[in-house]
């Protein structure tokens, strides 16, 4: 019987002391000052509008790759129409690329261009370390006659155009922006052409690594500049780990990327702390301090609620609170975030008719959706970590 007492008592003891520990996936983040920006402003007739002193296109592009510059490793300019055309031009004389005498003598066809080809051009000098910044008024040349499936074939050319570079880069990501301009010059469509002078879109796309981007985004936001009228944005992304880490309820950050859980006094719960960078999934700050958009696939685990992280420079933009019971199985955890649904603006913005309709582009919703259509993973974020008691 004491025997029987003392092997009771030792069970006791060695299952009193397990300790409960949590390790994570830290993510990964790119090297900003290693990044290189390649500009690439689209030389072509219908773009010409844009392209005088004073004009809100000038100043928003010249402001916005100054201010970037400064934080990445070297940043090289090019026209684009139907081939990359480079321009060795300085930094700081960049607006004299901007006038109409110069995209004449920019080289290149410009009498048309084509969307898709030009995306296949800059997808095929995208490198790992590079951040390609297009600038574009994204019209899609209707041609004369019946074009019913002229926008679906576009789209169809420019989903294969980018599933093919995301075999290759599957961290690849697309951000574009919606920007407002005045507009002077000729505007083309399929009969012919029209003196325009009024407000117009256009487009700038950053498409590169996804933490390169979105650090980027960070440092310099495009609706800071000058100028920049940003009417709307929309990202592409594929399922990614952010850069994050976790804390226990001593507040100390672990270099290993594992601690011991530690209960909180008067508390039969665990909680814990996710600091994560979740800029990389470029959604607006509304949506995600609501704890709603997260997803979790173990229900021992609870979100109690998202904060976002004041001081700018952090490696962190916020601050996931999550309880567990002290009673918490081993288990690997992961907290989502799903794909976004289309902004209702590309439906909005959007022209198939091809004549000149006031701040509608013709055939965007078709880039954009051909973009969109080569993501297809189902969630965009994943925050990963697991349990063991020992």
């Known amino acids: ?78 026209y684009i129409n139907s081939k990359i055309v480079p321009n060795r031009i300085s930094l700081e004389n960049l607006t004299g690329s901007f006038d109409a005498a110069a995209f004449k ?9 084509n969307l898709a080809a030009m995306l296949k051009m800059i997808l095929k000098e995208q490198q ?18 019946a074009a019913k499936n002229y926008f679906i074939n576009n789209q169809i050319a420019i989903e294969a155009i980018v599933s093919k570079k995301l075999k290759k ?40 690594n996804g933490s390169l981007v979105s650090q980027l985004m960070r440092k310099v936001p ?25 804390t226990n309820s001593t ?8 601690c011991n859980l530690l209960p909180e006094k008067g508390s039969d719960n665990y909680r814990i702390k996710i600091l994560a960078d979740l800029s990389s999934a470029f959604i607006q700050e509304d949506s995600l301090a609501n704890k709603n958009l997260y997803k979790s696939s173990d229900r021992q685990f609870k979100l109690e609620y998202v904060e976002k992280i004041k001081d700018p420079e952090s490696p962190y933009t916020h601050i996931l609170t999550v309880s567990t019971p002290q009673s918490v199985q081993p288990t690997k955890e992961r907290i989502s975030i799903g794909k976004q649904e289309t902004p209702i603006w590309i439906d909005q913005a959007n022209d198939d008719t091809g ?23 189902e969630d965009i ?9 020992n």
């Not at 790992?128 to 006659?145: A, E, M, Q, R």
């Not at 920007?179 to 117009?200: C, E, I």
């Not at 609706?223 to 976790?246: E, G, W």
């Open 1 to 78: 019987m004491r025997i029987h007492y003392i092997l009771l008592v030792c069970v006791f003891l060695l299952t009193s002391c397990d300790k409960t520990k949590i390790s994570w996936d830290s993510g990964e983040k790119e090297n900003l000052e290693e990044c290189k920006v390649n500009l690439y402003v689209e030389n072509s007739g219908s773009m010409e509008g844009y392209m005088h002193d004073g004009f809100e296109f000038k100043d928003a592009v010249f402001g916005y790759v100054t201010a970037i510059n400064k934080y990445v490793d070297d940043t090289r300019f090019f």
């Open 105 to 113: 003598a920019g080289g290149g066809d410009r009498s048309s261009t």
């Open 128 to 145: 790992k370390n590079t951040v390609s910044v297009f600038v574009s008024d994204c019209i899609l040349d209707l041609p004369k006659g």
């Open 169 to 208: 880069q599957k961290d690849l990501t697309f951000v574009v922006f919606r920007l407002m301009s005045r507009f002077y010059g000729k505007y083309y469509n399929s009969t012919g052409s029209s003196t325009v002078n009024a407000m117009r879109p256009y487009y700038v796309f950053l498409i590169g």
């Open 222 to 246: 495009l609706a800071d500049i000058p100028n920049a009228k940003v009417t709307c944005m929309v990202a592409y992304i594929n399922n990614h780990v952010p850069a994050m880490t976790i």
């Open 251 to 258: 507040g100390r950050l672990f270099k290993k990327n594992k």
């Open 355 to 377: 004549v000149f309709i006031g701040r509608k582009t013709t055939g965007i919703k078709y880039v954009l959706n051909g973009i969109g259509s080569a993501y297809t993973d």
């Open 381 to 389: 974020v994943e925050m990963k970590f697991s349990i063991k008691k």
